[in-house]
Every structure is written in C-alpha cells, then in structure tokens.
C-alpha cells in the first residue's frame, strides 16, 4: 500500500518555494467534516509554514464532495487573483455503489477545471473503504494529506508564475 506504515506528508522546507507573495483558495466538503476539518488544518498549517499570509487564504464550503467541482469553479470565477485552489473531501464507502459515482465525478470534473481554467486545483479528495483509512490520512498515523495538498498547491502556484514569465 502506497501510503501504509509511511508518513507522506513531512517536508524539507529548503526544497518549497517561498509562497509569502502567493494567494490561495481552500474549497471544503461538509460531508465527513470531522475528517474534512483535519485536512483543511493541514493544509492551511503548512501554508502558513511556507510563508502565506493568513489574509491570502480564503475558504469556501460546499455540501459534499461532488460540489467541489462546482464550489472551485465559482471561486477561480470570483477570485481571478489566486495561484492555486485546493479540493477538500472525504468520500467513504457505504453499502452502494454510490461511493464510486462520487469519487469518479469529482476526480473528473477536478481533471476538467485544470483543463479548462488556468488556475491550479490540487485534488485533495480522501476515497477510503473505512472511517479509520480517513482518520489516519488526515492528521493521523500516516499523516495529513491536507498537508501534501498544500506543499503541491506551492509548487504547482511557482510552476504557473514561471510558466508566465518564460510566455510574457
Ligand atoms: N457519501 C458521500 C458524499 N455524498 C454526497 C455527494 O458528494 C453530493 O453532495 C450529493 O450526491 C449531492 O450532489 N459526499 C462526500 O463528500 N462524502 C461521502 O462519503
Ligand atoms: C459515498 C456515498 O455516497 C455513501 O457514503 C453513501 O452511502 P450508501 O452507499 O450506503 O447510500
């Protein structure tokens, strides 16, 4: 298992951009939010780690994990200025074959916007078979992944910026 018995989510600060001039966007489900919350406090922790100023981080909430497609749309929409978006959620598996609806729809249409805009978003999206697979992978024994999420949106922020420079 690709994350088992590893905490993924430690960083060597000496290898992140420095972030203190970036903005960022943080959509999270309300689904799971328990587990939610523990991955938005990853992410926004290790931002602030990197340098972002707290004013340069806005959150929006949305109902579930498939809203996030929408929730990330309208805030690249009302927010032109950010250098990345990260997509907050927890799908778990219930008795149907719901779960793979979801996880397919969101993990699409996330793919899509990045496609379609021009404005990172980073798929921060747990899709467990348990609660405890959730627990574990947002701020507990295998770290956060609300943490990995933001180190990407930082990297993903410096690529565009760079990407601009070498265009302009
Ligand atoms: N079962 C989970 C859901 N289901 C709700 C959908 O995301 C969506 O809100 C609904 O279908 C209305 O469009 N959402 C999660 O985020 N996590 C789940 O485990
Ligand atoms: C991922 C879901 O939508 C799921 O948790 C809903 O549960 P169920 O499949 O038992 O209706």
């Known amino acids: 298992m690709a994350t088992a018995n590893k905490n993924l989510s430690q960083y060597d600060k000496e290898t992140i951009p420095n972030a203190k001039n970036f903005k960022f966007g943080i959509v999270v489900s309300e689904w799971n939010e328990d587990i939610t ?29 498939f809203e996030l497609i929408y929730g990330c749309k309208k805030l690249t929409e009302s927010f032109e200025m950010l250098d990345a978006i990260i997509a907050v959620g927890s799908v778990i598996q219930g008795e149907t074959k719901h779960f793979d609806f979801v996880c397919e729809g969101v993990t699409q249409g996330i793919k899509d916007l990045n496609l379609q805009q021009d404005i990172p978003v980073i798929f921060c999206v747990l899709t467990d078979n348990t609660k405890q697979q959730s627990i574990d992978r947002s701020g507990g024994k295998y770290g956060n992944k609300g943490t990995e999420a933001a180190i990407a949106a930082i990297k993903m922020a410096q690529l565009r910026k760079d990407a601009k420079f070498y265009k302009d």
């Open 37 to 65: 919350q523990g991955l938005f406090q990853g992410a926004f922790d290790a931002f602030i780690d990197n340098g972002v100023l707290k004013e340069n981080i806005v959150r929006w909430n949305v109902p579930g994990s």
